[in-house]
């Protein structure tokens, strides 16, 4: 009945992945905001210092030199040195690790725990949906430090138990969102659509429902994971995160606050790195939400 | 435009019903009723409806908003919400009794052997994927052949629609293209698979009027093609006129008129058609205004006894506080009035 014959090869892609974002009406968008470029720029420069930290480190970061303890920085040591006459430069390099990791594992744990549960709530309703979201309720009354402290207290101390502390904590934000976005895409002609071709809810679910609530995730992991860095710095300047001494910022910090009158530099580094961090974090994640906004299309 | 015959050319041919030919008989309702529940209150949205859709023929469903069309289309395709809508009466379709099929025996008809096409075509494409990803998806749904024949079996339907350039279409996202050539794409993914049915829920309200007329002559054309017996639901009279063979109308849940479309717009049988018809501009007649009907659709959770239209009906009598049955005028034509014929009554 249908005859045709195609004149060039269909279905593959017309440019590889790479060349395609950068001709996506996102990036275009996302392009046009300076702070949100700054906060990508800084992101990534970030995240390549903690993946080349070996290669940058000028010192070993956990090696002690008792005849260079808390010296001002100078051209040996740029950020000085710190109690035990580590290179703080090194630790900081090192420290960035910790601080990444542990942003974008929690983050992943809370997303692959809480988008499953909010796609069940929001998708089948009815008593699966009360339990999900009273449960969701009862986490997001307790503050979030607290809790997370609180959990990271009771698995023990280690960067491990405070990720998965951080990630379990910050789990109900992603429960919350992906529900409320899900019964409103539930709504949408096109999941009818697709249930009158024939799809299983499953399907439905996952391959119609869930890439249409993506920009807003990927919103709220950019923004949760500038929270989860600041609750690493916060557990591992008590002493619950990475143990002493490999380096991380919150516990150098945490030595720092000693000889804040007459080792400033020891608290100034870490405290402008997890700043900045934080920061750029908080900035795309701005830049993202705004890009992303169908009214400001 | 089209070198196939108009379909409306010869009456008498159309005449010959095949009502009664169980052969080309693709979809038989009876007594269809969907109650609507809630904690409050109870409405019968569908109140005993009975029609049959013959191969290659198109039956429309004329009612206004509320009147239980589209809950009708959408209660044979079993996509109501089960934990509201109580349906009974029957459904059968290819031998089968659609009421008692399970949940997977649906999904394996649903836009394989059955397809819809729905109301907004600019909300009824998925913005994530390309036009082409969602065609393929129901075609591999339905047909165990490798992706690459479906691509080209999407890429053929693309053209069957007439879409100009079907192959740099098929790997573009829903936002690149126009409304009219969305429907053309919703219609290619309902045809994807031969269905014997189509039902089609207003399918041109949301477009304007030249494109209204290239779909519903697209729809005519695949029609001849396949075969394909469509229900077209719609409030408008013109595309009735332009596009269907038999119609039934609906008022507050239940049919009140079922003949052919020459019928229809030649011997109005119930009060209600004949206040539809009076409400149309027409280019033959001088009318200084179009005449409305007076009053308001009754509240479907509290329907007045008798006659739901005696309120509104200008022929009314003291009869009418009982409820008419749908009563045979001439062959093939019924009315849920007691007063039909209407020809020589004067309201």
């Known amino acids: 009945m249908l005859t045709t014959s195609p004149t060039k090869p269909i279905g593959a892609p017309a440019t590889n992945p790479v060349t395609n974002f950068f001709r996506s009406r996102l990036w275009r968008r996302l392009s046009r905001r300076k702070s949100a470029l700054v906060g990508l720029v800084v992101v990534l420069f970030m995240m390549s210092i903690a993946v080349l930290a070996p290669l940058l480190a000028p010192y070993d970061p956990t090696a002690q030199t008792w005849t260079a303890v808390r010296k001002a920085p100078s051209m040996a040591h740029w950020f000085g040195t710190d109690e035990a006459g580590r290179d703080i430069l090194s630790r900081i390099i090192w420290g960035a690790r910790a601080s990444l990791l542990a942003g974008l594992t929690s983050v992943g744990i809370a997303m692959a725990i809480g988008v499953p549960l909010g796609l069940a709530a929001g998708f089948l309703g009815g008593v699966i949906d009360g339990l999900i979201s009273r449960f969701t309720d009862a986490m997001l009354a307790c503050p979030f430090l607290i809790l997370a402290i609180a959990l990271a207290a009771f698995l023990g101390p280690s960067l491990t138990n405070a990720m998965l502390a951080i990630g379990i904590t910050a789990m109900p934000l992603f429960i919350r969102l992906t529900r409320g976005q899900v019964l409103s895409i539930k709504a949408e002609d096109y999941v009818e659509a697709a249930s009158a071709v024939g799809n299983p809810r499953w399907r439905i679910a996952v391959w119609h429902i869930l890439p249409n609530i993506l920009p807003q995730l990927m919103v709220q992991a950019t923004l949760t994971i500038a929270a989860a860095i600041i609750a690493e710095a916060s557990m591992s300047f008590l002493g619950l995160g990475l143990q002493p001494p490999a380096p991380s910022w919150g516990s150098m910090l945490n030595s720092a606050q000693r000889f804040l009158s007459n080792a400033p530099w020891m608290a100034l580094w870490p405290g402008l790195s997890i700043f900045i961090t934080v920061l750029s974090f908080n900035l795309l994640g701005d830049g993202l939400r705004d890009a992303l906004d169908p009214r400001s299309r | ?347």
């Open chain 2, 1 to 347: 435009m089209s070198t196939l015959p108009h379909i409306h050319q010869d009456p008498s041919a159309r005449s010959v019903r095949a009502d009664n030919d169980p052969s080309t008989r693709v979809l038989e309702v009876a007594n269809l009723r969907v109650v609507f529940e809630d904690e409050t209150r109870t409405v019968t949205a569908v109140d005993g409806v009975s029609f049959s859709v013959h191969k290659g023929r198109t039956l429309a469903i004329v009612g206004e908003s509320g009147s239980g069309k589209s809950v009708t289309s959408l209660a044979v395709m079993r996509l109501l919400p089960e934990h509201s809508a109580r349906i009974s009466g029957s459904v059968h379709f290819d031998g089968r009794q659609l009421l008692d099929e399970t949940k997977s025996g649906m999904r394996s008809l649903r836009g394989n052997r059955m397809a819809m096409i729905f109301q907004e075509p600019m909300t009824s494409l998925n913005p994530s994927y390309t036009v082409g990803e969602q065609i393929n998806e129901v075609i591999l749904r339905h047909r165990d052949i490798s992706k690459k024949e479906a691509t080209q079996r999407g890429i053929d339907m693309l053209k069957l629609v007439r879409i100009p350039s079907p192959e740099a279409r098929y790997s573009q996202f829903p936002h690149n293209l126009s409304g009219g050539m969305r429907q053309r794409v919703m219609i290619a993914m309902a045809l994807a698979c031969d269905p014997e049915l189509l039902i089609a829920d207003e399918p041109t309200t949301a477009l304007d009027v030249t494109i209204q007329a290239q779909v519903l002559e697209l729809m005519r054309d695949l029609q001849q093609k396949t075969g394909t017996a469509i229900v077209l639901i719609t409030h408008d009279l013109g595309v009735v006129a332009e596009s269907c063979d038999d119609v039934i109308v609906m008022y507050a849940g239940q049919v009140v008129e079922q003949c052919s479309v020459e019928d229809l717009f030649s011997f109005p049988q119930h009060p209600y058609t004949v206040g539809l018809l009076g409400s149309l501009p027409r280019l033959d007649e001088k009318r200084d205004q179009l005449v409305a009907i007076t009053g308001t659709v009754p509240d479907m959770a509290n329907l007045p006894s008798g006659c739901r239209f005696r309120a509104r009906c200008p022929f009314s009598v003291a009869k009418c506080a009982e409820m008419p049955e749908l009563m045979e005028v001439s062959a093939g034509h019924l009315s849920r009035c007691w007063r039909t014929p209407l020809q020589d009554l004067v309201p």
